[in-house]
């Protein structure tokens, strides 16, 4: 039930990017406003209301909720999963004259994590065609590939890395795991699984639910010994897990119970994490 609600709701949503050539513009214009993203909205549904093109809007529809991104996106919530249909196909125009910059509307798209790619492999539109061909899957199912750790750090030796890839449906996204280690690209394997989110561990201080930018420790803490030097730097042969404090584990296993509850809480903000496929209304 709750994997169907969350489909629900994913359903009723638009992403949109203002494209912007400066980083720095905010794509809420008047600061000033009490509650700009209200009126905002207000707006929209005004316009929603009084629309009078050629293909009318459903009936009753309208949008319940804005929530802008720091990389100029911005995810629309609406009523209904009709409504976001037509609003695709119309609001471009409107949206950029609210924006006063173009406004692309944004496709959903279905990571997937590939083991064993030969670093031979490019992340560009071709070879990123080449692959889905070796997949078997429809032309343009896969948006884009990216390195996720970045090639200036390989070892020299290294012949084989992670790559993330981007899939536009849920459908191809599934194919890509169901084929792992059946099909082979560059002569290798691939490994292929859903792109489900860890729970996030500060380098500095060791613990969890927050990333080293927004650490508020001065010092740091060693992953291996919890003494108040950086991993990097320690010598000692003991083994100790910084969250939980057992001897039994490394700091980050997934022994850890501290990683458990944390693990057990993104699952249960998005429970579609627990199944190994991408869920579809089909």
């Known amino acids: 039930?709750?994997?169907?609600?969350?489909?629900?709701?994913?359903?009723?949503?638009?992403?949109?990017?203002?494209?912007?050539?400066?980083?720095?513009?905010?794509?809420?214009?008047?600061?000033?406003?009490?509650?700009?993203?209200?009126?905002?909205?207000?707006?929209?549904?005004?316009?929603?209301?009084?629309?009078?093109?050629?293909?009318?809007?459903?009936?009753?529809?309208?949008?319940?909720?804005?929530?802008?991104?720091?990389?100029k996106k911005l995810l629309i919530e609406t009523n209904s999963a009709v409504t976001v249909v037509w609003m695709k196909d119309h609001c471009g125009e409107f949206l950029k004259s609210i924006f006063s910059h173009p406004v692309k509307i944004l496709g959903r798209l279905y990571p997937v994590v590939a083991r064993?790619?030969?670093?031979?492999?490019?992340?560009?539109?071709?070879?990123?065609?080449?692959?889905?061909?070796?997949?078997?899957?429809?032309?343009?199912?896969?948006?884009?590939?990216?390195?996720?750790?970045?090639?200036?750090?390989?070892?020299?030796?290294?012949?084989?890395?992670?790559?993330?890839?981007?899939?536009?449906?849920?459908?191809?996204?599934?194919?890509?795991?169901?084929?792992?280690?059946?099909?082979?690209?560059l002569s290798s394997y691939l490994r292929i699984h859903k792109d489900i989110k860890e729970p996030n561990m500060c380098n500095r201080c060791q613990q969890y639910c927050h990333i080293t930018t927004d650490c508020k420790e001065e010092n740091p803490t060693c992953a291996k010994c919890m003494e108040d030097h950086f991993t990097s730097k320690c010598t000692s042969t003991a083994t100790q897990c910084t969250p939980c404090g057992s001897n039994e584990h490394w700091t980050n296993s997934n022994e850890c119970p501290e990683w458990k509850a944390c693990k057990a809480a993104i699952l249960n903000k998005s429970p579609k994490a627990l199944s190994p496929y991408y869920i579809t209304n089909k």
């Open 116 to 185: 064993f790619m030969p670093i031979a492999f490019s992340t560009n539109d071709i070879c990123a065609c080449e692959l889905e061909n070796s997949a078997k899957i429809p032309a343009h199912s896969i948006s884009h590939v990216t390195w996720i750790k970045n090639p200036l750090n390989r070892s020299p030796m290294q012949q084989y890395a992670n790559v993330k890839i981007y899939c536009t449906s849920a459908e191809a996204t599934n194919c890509l795991i169901l084929a792992t280690g059946q099909f082979r690209h």
């Open 1 to 71: 039930m709750a994997i169907q609600n969350r489909l629900n709701i994913t359903a009723c949503q638009i992403l949109v990017e203002i494209q912007v050539l400066n980083v720095n513009t905010p794509i809420i214009e008047d600061q000033d406003k009490v509650n700009p993203l209200g009126q905002i909205k207000a707006t929209i549904n005004q316009w929603i209301n009084s629309y009078n093109g050629a293909v009318p809007p459903p009936k009753k529809s309208s949008i319940h909720a804005l929530t802008p991104y720091c990389n």
